[in-house]
């Protein structure tokens, strides 16, 4: 099967699914391209980026990667959003049987959708779109200015493209929600497929030399081995609730508990976390090396909005804290815990919980066992190919 994975952001060395799933799919056999503007994630979203964005530039490079072709193409701005130029020559160059969107209502869906029109590939879009993430305005109850924008921006545009769309591709049920209620696709047009976790970089602190790595770590953070050290990874917004963490394993420590918090990242609340005595922050480090810093912790908790590093944290061993709001709880039964979102005193009291070292270690060993066997990127792979064969290879 040919597949053309369409994204306007891609960035080298990062674990998202734009970088990993479509080698993966060429690691079955599948001969896969990837086309994209290599635009940094959440570019449109000034609450979450904070960079810069590359020149527009008119170029269009061609590249062999790990297992597939990437393709960089120029762009066009329309708005927020933008055009990639040059993509209908691309496609028909490629001839692909099944076109991978990542996007719902986006300007470069409707490019596809036009070029499908002509060249009678397949569509499948894909979304990790939270219902939980959107804005509150949008969720709650009643007739809102917010709303009306939402209902002509992207239900109508959403609504349109899924009649040519095969199917939707959610991480979460959380997601097909969203796609449905705020964008218009039926939801008979819908299936989830989990995100993935690279198990051959993610894995316990079990060998020898990754115990001493993980000491290692800990010395370097000034953190000693008697100190439970929860981690928190991403960007730093406020959408995240990161105090929350943070004050918690404050008061922890004040009542006599040795807890202190490891944040890697960076974003607009970080001056925020500088004031806690017992949260170190590290900034931004390469996919590649995080996993150095989850082996050196012992839990990892996230007080808001559900994130792949739950998956990768979960593979290192690490029991994992979510918010009560998360609906893609199945993943964490039994391996983690949910706190009262927002609420310090529930934090508190759900990282208690793991303050016994052989009960981590318990839960350690299940959480790495089921990211192996359900949820590496080998598996999630198997499970987009057997739905894009079923309906469109």
Same mark, same amino acid.
């Given at each position: 099967?040919?597949?053309?994975?369409?994204?306007?952001?891609?960035?080298?060395?990062?674990?998202?699914?734009?970088?990993?799933?479509?080698?993966?799919?060429?690691?079955?056999?599948?001969?896969?391209?990837?086309?994209?503007?290599?635009?940094?994630?959440?570019?449109?979203?000034?609450?979450? @980026?904070?960079?810069?964005?590359?020149?527009?530039?008119?170029?269009?490079?061609?590249?062999?990667?790990?297992?597939?072709?990437?393709?960089?193409?120029?762009?066009?701005?329309?708005?927020?959003?933008?055009?990639?130029?040059?993509?209908?020559?691309?496609?028909?160059?490629?001839?692909?049987?099944?076109?991978?969107?990542?996007?719902?209502?986006?300007?470069?869906?409707?490019?596809?959708?036009?070029?499908?029109?002509?060249?009678?590939?397949?569509?499948?879009?894909?979304?990790?779109?939270?219902?939980?993430?959107?804005?509150?305005?949008?969720?709650?109850?009643?007739?809102?200015?917010?709303?009306?924008?939402? @209902?002509?921006?992207?239900?109508? *545009?959403?609504?349109?493209?899924?009649?040519?769309?095969?199917?939707?591709?959610?991480?979460?049920?959380?997601?097909?929600?969203?796609?449905?209620?705020?964008?218009?696709?039926?939801?008979?047009?819908?299936?989830?497929?989990?995100?993935?976790?690279?198990?051959?970089?993610?894995?316990?602190?079990?060998?020898?030399?990754?115990?001493?790595?993980?000491?290692?770590?800990?010395?370097?953070?000034?953190?000693?081995?008697?100190?439970?050290?929860? *981690?928190?990874?991403?960007?730093?917004?406020?959408?995240?609730?990161?105090?929350?963490?943070?004050?918690?394993?404050?008061?922890?420590?004040?009542?006599?508990?040795?807890?202190?918090?490891? @944040?890697?990242?960076?974003?607009?609340?970080?001056?925020?976390?500088?004031?806690?005595?017992?949260?170190?922050?590290?900034?931004?480090?390469?996919?590649?090396?995080?996993?150095?810093?989850?082996?050196?912790?012992?839990?990892?908790?996230?007080?808001?909005?559900?994130?792949?590093?739950?998956?990768?944290?979960?593979?290192?061993?690490?029991?994992?804290?979510?918010?009560?709001?998360?609906?893609?709880?199945?993943?964490?039964?039994?391996?983690?815990?949910?706190?009262?979102?927002?609420?310090?005193?529930?934090?508190?009291?759900?990282?208690?919980?793991?303050?016994?070292?052989?009960?981590?270690?318990? *839960?350690? @060993?299940?959480?790495?066992?089921?990211?192996?066997?359900?949820?590496?990127?080998?598996?999630?792979?198997?499970?987009?190919?057997?739905?894009?064969?079923?309906?469109?290879?």
């Amino acid at each position: 099967m040919k597949i053309a994975y369409v994204v306007e952001t891609y960035t080298e060395g990062l674990g998202y699914i734009d970088n990993v799933l479509p080698k993966e799919l060429g690691a079955e056999g599948d001969q896969v391209h990837i086309i994209t503007c290599r635009l940094p994630a959440y570019y449109q979203n000034s609450a979450a @980026f904070f960079g810069a964005l590359p020149e527009k530039g008119d170029y269009l490079e061609e590249e062999k990667s790990e297992n597939c072709t990437i393709h960089t193409c120029a762009y066009k701005n329309l708005g927020k959003r933008i055009l990639i130029k040059g993509l209908f020559n691309k496609l028909k160059s490629i001839d692909p049987d099944v076109v991978i969107v990542r996007g719902i209502a986006s300007p470069v869906l409707g490019q596809v959708v036009l070029a499908k029109l002509l060249l009678g590939f397949e569509i499948f879009t894909s979304t990790g779109q939270a219902y939980s993430a959107l804005p509150q305005a949008l969720r709650e109850g009643g007739l809102s200015m917010v709303k009306v924008h939402n @209902f002509f921006s992207r239900f109508l *545009i959403g609504k349109f493209f899924s009649y040519f769309v095969t199917k939707c591709i959610g991480s979460t049920e959380d997601c097909i929600d969203a796609v449905v209620d705020f964008y218009g696709v039926p939801r008979r047009k819908t299936v989830v497929i989990s995100l993935g976790v690279d198990t051959n970089i993610f894995f316990p602190a079990v060998d020898p030399s990754v115990l001493r790595a993980r000491f290692e770590v800990r010395e370097s953070l000034g953190i000693s081995n008697e100190e439970i050290v929860c *981690i928190w990874t991403g960007r730093m917004t406020t959408a995240k609730s990161v105090e929350v963490l943070a004050q918690a394993v404050e008061e922890l420590n004040s009542e006599g508990y040795p807890f202190v918090a490891v @944040f890697v990242g960076d974003g607009p609340e970080k001056e925020k976390l500088k004031k806690y005595k017992k949260s170190t922050i590290q900034p931004f480090v390469p996919w590649s090396e995080l996993p150095a810093f989850y082996r050196a912790a012992d839990i990892a908790a996230w007080p808001r909005s559900i994130t792949t590093s739950t998956l990768d944290a979960s593979a290192c061993g690490l029991p994992v804290i979510l918010s009560d709001q998360e609906k893609a709880q199945e993943r964490w039964e039994d391996i983690g815990s949910t706190y009262e979102l927002g609420n310090v005193a529930s934090m508190k009291a759900t990282l208690m919980k793991y303050r016994d070292i052989k009960r981590r270690s318990a *839960i350690g @060993f299940l959480a790495a066992a089921r990211m192996r066997e359900h949820y590496s990127w080998k598996v999630i792979a198997r499970e987009f190919k057997r739905e894009l064969k079923s309906r469109g290879g």
